[in-house]
């Protein structure tokens, strides 16, 4: 039994202590077994609460004061029975409905405490035992839901654990998480933000928020959240390549470059800031230093594909179209959505003679463009408040 419980039941005793009804001779006997309890005398507690039992066996105070009192003895296999009764005989009963419910956790049975603990808040929203007690509970339930692939179900956790515990920055840093995962930007945001207003310099927080604003195309406001965070963590390579796409999609090319750079210099297989090198070195037409970068990519993730189709579109504007194929169909073989790689690979089909493959390539690569320009419009839409725009998502 760990003291943290201890100390929780200890507390509900003198909570039950002052406001047990009166009730003649019983009530004093349960307020006597309660205070002794919280004196450590737990042989007194118990006369006190057989000589009750004895004559009312279904008073559900007693119930519930003797199933703490096992609890205290080490006897849980005890206490469980009776809780039970007690809840069967008072269902609005919230101290026995709590006290199960940390059994419960106690016993590691996450989601028996649950409805117990949840049940003990409706009745008494002011518990304090149960509340913290559920929200670390249904973080735990929330990650193990989470890591057997019900990522809904999990979120559905964390945002009742944000309602019961909204100024807690683990249940909202762990919200903001989720919800990023599940592309619910704007939520993250929110969570991330509120994370920030309780611990300043949360370093996984400034780096999540950067996320998430980059992911909406919020550029600006991504640069200055991963500068922060580069501030604080001056040595994470992961830090200075956020930095740089930031930089890079604000045609900040020469900082943009800068943060890659320093991005490799700390971590040598940074495989994302040498692609993003590339990409850089590709649009001033520095085709050999492009293609160096692409390679070193590919060195440790040889499927990568954006650098795959970086390396088809310069061998495309090298024409050599046999290589221009074989990189630009592997680029979307791993990943078809790809926009660029099916536009050069509708240009090379056409240089090549294949002209009905070519205006295939070519009608996706012009579809996936649109789709990707509907998106950014229908961010801006949102973030400007235009409800239409949600519900067309």
Not at 237 to 252: P, V
Request: charged letters at 25%.
């Amino acid at each position: 039994m760990s003291n943290r419980f201890i100390c929780e039941v200890l507390l509900l005793c003198t909570l039950i202590a002052s406001q047990l009804p009166a009730q003649g001779s019983s009530t004093s006997l349960l307020q006597d077994a309660a205070a002794a309890m919280t004196a450590g005398k737990l042989t007194r507690a118990e006369t006190d609460i057989e000589t009750v039992l004895r004559t009312a066996p279904n008073d559900y105070r007693a119930l519930d004061l003797l199933g703490v009192l096992r609890v205290l003895q080490k006897h849980e296999s005890q206490a469980e029975p009776l809780f039970l009764k007690a809840v069967k005989q008072k269902p609005n009963f919230a101290p026995a409905r709590a006290h199960l419910g940390l059994l419960f956790i106690q016993e590691g049975r996450t989601g028996e405490a649950l409805p117990q603990l949840r049940e003990a808040l409706r009745i008494d929203p002011g518990r304090r035992d149960a509340a913290d007690a559920l929200v670390p509970a249904l973080q735990a339930q929330a990650r193990t839901t989470i890591e057997a692939g019900n990522t809904q179900q999990g979120l559905a956790l964390l945002s009742e654990a944000a309602r019961f515990e909204p100024d807690d920055p683990d249940v909202q840093f762990a919200l903001g998480t989720t919800e990023l995962q599940t592309s619910l930007l704007d939520d993250a945001i929110a969570a991330f933000q509120r994370v920030l207003k309780i611990r300043e310099n949360d370093a996984l927080a400034l780096y999540n928020l950067g996320r998430a604003y980059l992911a909406e195309w919020r550029f600006e406001e991504a640069r200055q959240q991963f500068a922060r965070y580069i501030a604080l963590r001056p040595d994470d390579a992961a830090g200075h390549c956020a930095l740089g796409m930031t930089l890079a999609a604000l045609e900040r090319l020469p900082e943009a470059r800068d943060q890659f750079e320093r991005s490799i210099v700390l971590d040598s297989k940074q495989t994302e800031s040498y692609f993003r090198l590339g990409l850089i070195e590709l649009n001033l037409k520095d085709l050999d230093n492009a293609a160096q970068n692409f390679r070193q990519v590919l060195m440790y993730d040889p499927k990568h594909t954006g650098a795959l189709s970086g390396l088809g579109r310069i061998a495309y504007e090298q024409k050599h179209y046999p290589d221009a194929l074989n990189l630009l169909q592997r680029a979307l073989a791993n990943d078809n959505s790809l926009r660029e790689a099916h536009y050069y690979l509708g240009l090379t089909f056409a240089r090549i003679g294949r002209k009905e493959e070519a205006e295939d390539q070519l009608q996706t690569a012009t579809r996936l463009d649109h789709d990707e320009a509907q998106r950014r419009r229908t961010a801006v839409q949102i973030r400007n408040g235009d409800s239409n725009a949600q519900s067309q998502q």
